[in-house]
């Protein structure tokens, strides 16, 4: 196959984020410093461009590179809300102290983005391994960018189970290699019809969801999330909190049901105790957290929790209500890192008590909050209910009520670590008095966020109707 | 109607709300005038609503439906019948009254007046709401404002309350999301439409599951024996205005949600639990009249006294004649009439004394002889003093429970006994009887305070004098209730 016979129109998005990539990494270089704020702009720019070449491939069903990347509605809605959450962490961090250089930050959350892209369109086992640690290489350096004991010891926490998971993975994928021959999942699907289910082919299967299982944080995967959600700087660990995981949940609604279809029901009863325990466990972990990064890095595990269940009912219905909740979950969790960056920004430390009073010092910032934290609390009136509604009812209709059930009890439970905050904001009295004020495009984007999320909660038929739902 | 009146009306608060955001915070006066303007515009709003009824008619009046969310069938549907308006009318109302009981609140009051407005925009919507997940959301939206009232301008112990109230109720109705989700796709109409549901009723093999999951949810929100935990602490905490909603309105939900939801949509269902329903409102009556014979705190008195009236609501409901039902929704009124009157009262005279302990009290009927006979007047109605209201609610409730639960009945009119035993004796320690030689004098009512109270004494009296033209309302609804279940 020569390259004339690819389509590039379809790879049209990753192209121009490479390209933006290179451009603001050389921008670094060569830019003289006072120039170099205009790097943001343009990664912004970029991202838009982006965005706006994804929209001409809507609708497209098509697959490139002999069916190694494939350009379908699953991958362009999440590559859409990746580039979406991205561009907002861009603009929120547009006036913020970079830990590195300008160009270095925007154009390693460039590649990182690009490799999420192409994981979300990977169809091969090759394509998928490769993307996935694009994804994670920048990601390891972006965390390790703080430059003190704690940024170290928990980039290299994050770079060693990143490293066993991803070994895991791979020997998962050779197995499957082994036991078909193909590296296409469509190609797996084939040879694995029709015949006997090998005992290896359950330990391939196993092997291929812990190394998923880490990327998108859930239990028993999920150790090193809460401490890159709290060591890494806040803008790294606002862009980690979303970005990576939207190519993670692509490539398992790609990998699982199309490569894996004989052992449907295996996999789907694993996701299902998987999205058990971690919202359980995330839950619970997260009542004894007084830091509020890491009590948002748990909160992060037990919405991964409720995201598997969308896996657990294995049918599209399930796959789009999880997309749709996975958009509404990360506008919050979003909107919640980048109001912490707000405060962190005003030198507000970050223990939940530190956020006393902020009703009174911060009045629109204490109202997005208590917003975002509503919102992935499930109440009615927020983005958040609309995703469980779907996502719940995806369960209740594939006869998974005991598995709506738990996730409901356990939105319940959630409040009960969430009102902290909220009580520290608004029930009680600030130490100073001081009014916190916020850089422009970091209130913009907040102010976005929080427009999206009440706008969600309120009328998402149009949204809805874009994702097929 | 040629115009959207309920939607009007419901979401009329929250644009008042809008609205306020646009004073400055520090024009106190401002900001409680208008909100008492943009309150008392919604209750004139509702006029109309009286006006248009039809009674006798079938169907849902002044309906309004349109797709919301077409793609998993949920419609925005809304309207009113014989069992849902009185208690809209009466949301309207004692919003009112609490706005003028809480021109006390000194501390961030546009906050205050902001969150009160929402908490209506959720109240009347529970009661409008025709399409479940509608209902469901303004169920919930409820809590939100709830939370910070009682939170930020409650009593001492506010943070506790708050939080309790919250995730009591939150898990309670948190599963009724499921049991909704279980009916639409079950129930083979694949519609949350409540008037549909009705029409055909849901006896699928997974009623009693959802028969679970909204009595807990509605039980709490009543609250019913043994889930009733969270309500002294919620009560008692909270502001005046706070108390004044959750007695008068909050606990109609529930009782209001029984009707609608489990006798007509699970009317299967309610005929097998009814019995045990039965029970728990039995014990609600006894156990709460006891406890509050116990209580040395007024504000506590009431709650649990409030709590016991309840019972005979749900005795009512589940005694399923048309006589008890009859009375349980226009008890329903009364019951938001007196204990929020009861509430306004407690919470008036605290202001002047700063106490609710009953032992610290005494002597009101001297010093402030008007509050005190008020209060009085309340506390008679509220034990069912023949020509007051109470009087009127219970005994149909007893009359026509009778036939159904001959020995519950009896059990509730001992209740009774006992609501009369602790009532009084409250009245014989606080109002009447010796001033300590430590209470100061205080100033008697004042004209805010009582245009606040008048109308709820009005009602009171016209209900217990002649309730008809309120039984016009609520009868044919009823007889369509029974109608409906049992064909």
């Given at each position: 196959m020569s390259l004339t016979q690819v389509n590039w129109m379809a790879l049209m998005p990753e192209i121009i984020v490479l390209g933006f990539a290179i451009i603001v990494l050389l921008g670094e270089l060569f830019m003289s410093a006072s120039s170099k704020r205009s790097l943001g702009i343009i990664t912004l720019i970029g991202l838009a461009a982006a965005l706006f070449s994804l929209t001409k491939l809507w609708g497209v069903e098509t697959t490139e590179f002999n069916g190694m990347f494939s350009v379908d509605f699953t991958a362009n809605t999440l590559k859409a809300i990746l580039l979406i959450t991205t561009a907002l962490v861009v603009l929120g961090t547009l006036k913020v102290k970079a830990t590195l250089g300008e160009g270095e930050f925007f154009s390693l959350i460039l590649f990182s983005v690009l490799g999420t892209m192409f994981m979300a369109s990977a169809t091969d086992l090759i394509m998928l391994f490769i993307a996935l640690e694009l994804t994670v290489l920048p990601a390891y350096i972006l965390t390790a960018s703080k430059k003190n004991a704690r940024g170290a010891e928990v980039a290299l926490k994050y770079f060693l189970l990143g490293m066993i998971a991803s070994v895991i993975l791979l020997y998962g994928m050779t197995l499957l290699f082994g036991l078909t021959g193909a590296t296409n999942f469509a190609a797996i699907a084939d040879k694995l019809g029709g015949g006997p289910i090998e005992p290896t082919l359950i330990v391939a299967m196993l092997m291929i969801m812990v190394g998923l299982g880490f990327k998108v944080a859930a239990v028993p995967f999920h150790f090193w999330a809460p401490d890159v959600y709290e060591g890494a700087p806040v803008p790294v660990a606002s862009y980690l909190a979303v970005g990576p995981k939207a190519g993670g949940f692509a490539a398992i609604i790609h990998l699982?049901?199309?490569?894996l279809v004989v052992i449907t029901p295996a996999w789907a009863g694993v996701f299902a105790i998987l999205a058990v325990v971690s919202m359980s466990l995330g839950n619970l972990v997260a009542f004894a957290q007084t830091h509020i990064r890491r009590l948002l890095g748990y909160s992060a595990i037990a919405h991964t929790g409720y995201l598997l269940v969308g896996l657990a009912v294995a049918d599209n219905y399930g796959y789009s209500s999880m997309i749709f909740y996975f958009f509404v979950y990360s506008l919050a969790a979003l909107g919640a890192f980048l109001v912490i960056l707000a405060t962190t920004e005003w030198?507000?430390?970050?223990?939940?008590?530190?956020?006393?009073?902020l009703s009174r010092r911060a009045p629109m910032l204490a109202v997005a909050m208590a917003v975002f934290l509503f919102s992935l609390v499930g109440l009615?009136?927020?983005a958040g209910f609309m995703g469980k509604l779907f996502l719940f009812s995806a369960a209740v209709k594939s006869d998974l009520i005991w598995l709506a059930v738990i996730g409901v009890i356990n939105s319940a439970i959630s409040f009960g670590y969430y009102v902290t905050v909220i009580r520290q904001m608004y029930l009680v009295s600030p130490s100073t008095n001081e009014v916190v004020s916020v850089s422009k495009p970091l209130y913009f984007s907040i102010m976005l966020i929080l427009a999206a999320v009440i706008f969600l909660g309120i009328y998402p038929t149009t949204f809805l109707s874009i994702i097929n739902l | 109607m040629d115009y959207p009146i309920i939607t009007m009306i419901v979401f009329w608060p929250l644009v008042g709300a809008l609205l306020l955001q646009l004073i400055p915070r520090d024009k106190v006066n401002i900001i409680r005038w208008s909100t008492l303007l943009i309150t008392l515009i919604g209750l004139a709003m509702g006029l109309p609503l009286l006006s248009g009824f039809k009674v006798g008619q079938t169907a849902m009046q002044f309906a309004e439906k349109a797709p919301w969310i077409p793609g998993i069938g949920i419609s925005y549907h809304v309207g009113l019948d014989g069992i849902s308006l009185p208690l809209f009318m009466l949301g309207l109302l004692l919003v009112v009254v609490t706005v003028l009981a809480s021109w006390s609140i000194k501390e961030r009051v546009r906050e205050y007046f902001s969150l009160l407005l929402f908490l209506e925009v959720g109240m009347l919507g529970v009661f409008a709401a025709l399409d479940f997940v509608l209902f469901y959301i303004f169920w919930e939206l409820v809590l939100i404002p709830m939370y910070f009232i009682i939170g930020i301008w409650g009593g001492r112990n506010r943070s506790y309350a708050a939080v309790k109230f919250f995730i009591y109720t939150l898990a309670g109705s948190a599963l009724m999301l499921v049991g909704i989700l279980a009916i639409y796709f079950t129930?083979?109409?694949?519609?949350?439409d409540i008037v549909k549901l009705m029409e055909v009723g849901y006896n699928h093999q997974l009623a009693t599951f959802v028969f679970l999951t909204f009595f807990i949810g509605f039980a709490v929100k009543v609250p019913m024996w043994p889930v009733h935990t969270w309500l002294p602490d919620a009560y008692v905490q909270a502001p005046t205005g706070g108390s004044i909603i959750m007695a008068g309105i909050l606990s109609k939900m529930g009782t209001y949600a029984f009707i609608?939801?489990?006798?007509?949509?699970l009317p299967g269902e309610f005929t097998r639990f009814a019995p045990y329903i039965a029970v728990l409102a039995v014990i609600s009556i006894v156990y709460a009249a006891l406890t509050a014979i116990a209580q040395s705190d007024l504000k506590k008195l009431v709650a649990y006294s409030s709590v016991s009236h309840l019972g005979y609501i749900m005795l009512g409901i589940a005694a399923f004649t048309q006589v008890s039902l009859n009375g349980a929704v226009l008890q329903m009124v009364n019951h938001g009439l007196i204990t929020g009157m009861l509430f306004l009262l407690v919470g008036y005279i605290y202001e002047r004394t700063q106490t609710n302990e009953i032992s610290e009290l005494g002597g009101l009927s001297v010093k402030i002889p008007i509050l005190g006979g008020m209060f009085v007047f309340a506390a008679l109605a509220s034990l069912g003093l023949p020509g007051l209201s109470g009087f009127v609610g219970e005994i149909l409730i007893l009359l026509g429970s009778y036939s159904t639960y001959g020995l519950y009945t009896i059990i509730a009119v001992f209740g009774l006994a006992l609501t009369a035993f602790y009532l009084i004796r409250a009245n014989q320690y606080a109002i009447f009887g010796v001033p300590p030689a430590t209470m100061g004098e205080f100033r008697d009512v004042n004209g805010r305070e009582f245009i606040s109270i008048l109308p709820l004494i009005l009602l009171i009296v016209a209900v217990g004098v002649y309730p008809k033209p309120f039984l016009q309302y609520i009868d044919p609804a009823v007889n369509i209730v029974l109608q409906m279940i049992r064909g």
């Open positions: 699982f049901p199309i490569a030198g507000i430390g970050e223990d939940i008590t530190d956020f006393a009073g009615p009136g927020f | 129930s083979g109409l694949y519609t949350f609608r939801v489990i006798i007509q949509v």
